[in-house]
């Protein structure tokens, strides 16, 4: 899992013979909109994790409530290092 090893990390596990996979994420463009307002990327090493404990981006459509109770958390993850 790509996302979740640093560069040498993946290294180091390919001079083992090992080989790092990719998560993939949903291609939905509200996720890519919720990530960089966590101040994240696809790309980001903790970004599938994240991905996993948000509400499904289609739940978010037209739930006034639930964007609201997100933003906090969005806030949080933006002030972190990520």
């Given at each position: 899992m790509s996302g979740m090893w640093d560069?040498?990390?993946r290294e180091?596990?390919?001079e083992l013979g090992h080989?790092?996979?990719?998560i993939a994420l949903p291609e939905d463009p509200m996720l890519d909109?919720?990530?960089?307002?966590?101040g994240r990327s696809r790309?980001?090493?903790d970004a599938?994790?994240?991905?996993?404990?948000?509400?499904?981006?289609?739940?978010?459509?037209?739930d006034a409530a639930a964007?609201?109770?997100l933003w906090p958390?969005?806030?949080r993850l933006r002030r972190a290092p990520g």
């Amino acid at each position: 899992m790509s996302g979740m090893w640093d560069p040498f990390q993946r290294e180091v596990l390919a001079e083992l013979g090992h080989v790092a996979y990719a998560i993939a994420l949903p291609e939905d463009p509200m996720l890519d909109v919720l990530l960089r307002a966590a101040g994240r990327s696809r790309q980001s090493s903790d970004a599938a994790r994240l991905v996993r404990g948000w509400p499904s981006p289609s739940s978010l459509r037209g739930d006034a409530a639930a964007k609201r109770a997100l933003w906090p958390a969005l806030r949080r993850l933006r002030r972190a290092p990520g």
